[in-house]
Nanobody
Framework: QVQLVESGGGLVQAGGSLTLSCAASGRALSSYAMGWFRQAPGKEREFVAAMSKNGNSINYAASAKGRFIISRDIAVNTMYLQMNSLKPEDTAVYYC????????????????????WGRGTQVTVSP
């Protein structure tokens, strides 16, 4: 089993930046494909960004492309989501997730693909 704990959320003004962290324990992060999702009040949880197990493939939601960067540090078993040029519509609870993949190259953008989830961290962007 792997456990995930997000951190780094908070309140930021529009145009600002935040970097979310997701610390994994129990298993090596390098064994999994990983993703970030978010859920705004009254809305479905939606895909934000994903990285393949081997780190060679990355995919972003259209809303995140050009502003967000997904990354990982295998040495500290932590994944990150750097968020720049934040907008009020980015306000949501952000979740990290892991999936044991079929191969090293696949990225997964559907939340039902993921087996392991963190509890989430709140990001609030004020106008």
């Amino acid at each position: 089993q792997v456990q995930l704990v997000e951190s780094g959320g908070g309140l930021v003004q529009a145009g600002g930046s935040l970097t979310l962290s997701c610390a994994a324990s129990g298993r090596a992060l390098s064994s999994y494909a990983m993703g970030w999702f978010r859920q705004a009040p009254g809305k479905e949880r939606e895909f934000v960004a994903a990285m393949s197990k081997n780190g060679n493939s990355i995919n972003y939601a259209a809303s995140a492309k050009g502003r967000f960067i997904i990354s990982r540090d295998i040495a500290v078993n932590t994944m990150y989501l750097q968020m720049n040029s934040l907008k009020p519509e980015d306000t949501a609870v952000y979740y990290c997730a892991l999936k044991f993949p079929y191969n090293g190259d696949n990225v997964y953008v559907v939340k039902s693909d993921y087996s392991y989830w963190g509890r989430g961290t709140q990001v609030t962007v004020s106008p």
